[in-house]
Structure formats: C-alpha cells, structure tokens
C-alpha cells in the first residue's frame, strides 16, 4: 500500500509496519501471526484474542510476546528514526545502482544481507532469500540492466521505496531495512495480486 491518507495506510504508517513485516510474519506460526496483528495493529485485548485463537488469555500473551522477539530480532526497532535510516540507505544505493558500482552497492549491505521476492507464483522471483552481500549486490545491479526501467520514490506501508515500472507497468516495489551494520534486508514484492492494491 503506498501512502495516500487512507485510514488503512495511517494505521499501518503509525505503527511503524511495511513490506518487511509482512515478509516477517509470513515466517511466524499463523497463531503467532494473528494474535501479534489483533494486539499490536487492531489493539485488541488479550481476552479477545483469547477467545479468536481459542486459547488461554495467557497463552495468547505468549503468543505475541513470541511473535515480538522474532520481529524484534530479525528487523529492530520502528519508527520515525527507522525510516530516516532507511530513506538515507535507499538513497545512497539508488546512486550505487544507478552509477553500476558494485564495489559501492556491496560496502551498503551488512555482512548478512538477504533479498527477499514475493511473485506470487506468476511473476519471476527467487524462490528462496539471496543471502549474502555479494550475491545481493549482483541480482540488484542485474535487474537494474533491464531495459526501459523507472523508479519512483515513494512510501510503501510506512517504509522507505521505490516503485519500479518496467516498459510502463508497475512491477515491482522494492523496500529495506538498515541496521547498525548497514543494508540487512531488501523486500521485492512483484506478485500482481499484491500490487494491484497499489495506489499513489
């Protein structure tokens, strides 16, 4: 969802949730999944969650609390200070890419950067995280070759991101997430599902 003032993209944006946590949530159990979103999106109380789950009141703060410490550990914090961060990075590699530096887009990622691709099963996209800098670095920089290629920058669910339309049509919308270390996580949605909810 790129931002447009809708309620829905305010409740997201003030919660500091993109494309990264989705990509998180989708690797938590479904029970931990739905009980972090109804307390931490909707601001439901553990009773009712509870009573959704079809679990014990403290079985549900459980639930969430689990759901925090992966969310936690794979991504850091949220908020206004996160997105500067990543506004700056995706800065910074726009430049690298557009420049064809390799050397400088692989000194941006941490030593552990992965790329994430969601396309749904209708559009290319690695079926499995690309892990590591160099590797990172060479699929960014080889997509960047394609022909007839835009990018736009936007906020994509409260994040720092790009939309990329390809000969015209929107293809793909790419986020990422910093740490202290540098670039630790790009997200490349391109599942056609996904981004026709997208709207500027």
Do not use: C
């Amino acid at each position: 969802m790129v931002d447009d003032g809708s309620p829905e993209w305010t409740v997201l944006h003030d919660d500091g949730l993109g494309q990264a946590l989705d990509f998180v949530l989708s690797t938590l159990t479904p029970e931990q999944a739905s009980a972090y979103v109804l307390r931490k999106v909707l601001d439901v109380g553990y009773d009712e969650i509870a009573d959704a789950l079809e679990v014990s009141p403290a079985a549900a703060r459980q639930l969430v609390s689990r759901a925090q410490r992966t969310i936690t550990a794979q991504l850091g914090g949220f908020g206004e200070g996160q997105r500067t961060r990543d506004a700056a990075a995706l800065e910074q590699l726009g430049r690298a890419v557009a420049a064809g530096d390799v050397d400088t887009v692989t000194a941006l990622l941490s030593p552990g950067a992965t790329l994430h691709s969601d396309g749904g099963g209708k559009r290319s996209a690695a079926l499995r995280p690309i892990i590591g800098p160099d590797r990172v670095a060479r699929t960014i920089l080889g997509l960047a070759q394609r022909p007839d290629v835009q990018y736009t920058p936007v906020l994509v669910n409260g994040s720092a991101g790009l939309l990329v339309h390809e000969a015209g049509e929107l293809t793909t919308t790419i986020t990422l997430h910093v740490d202290a270390e540098g670039i630790r996580a790009l997200y490349f949605v391109r599942n056609p599902d996904k981004l026709a909810a997208v709207s500027r």
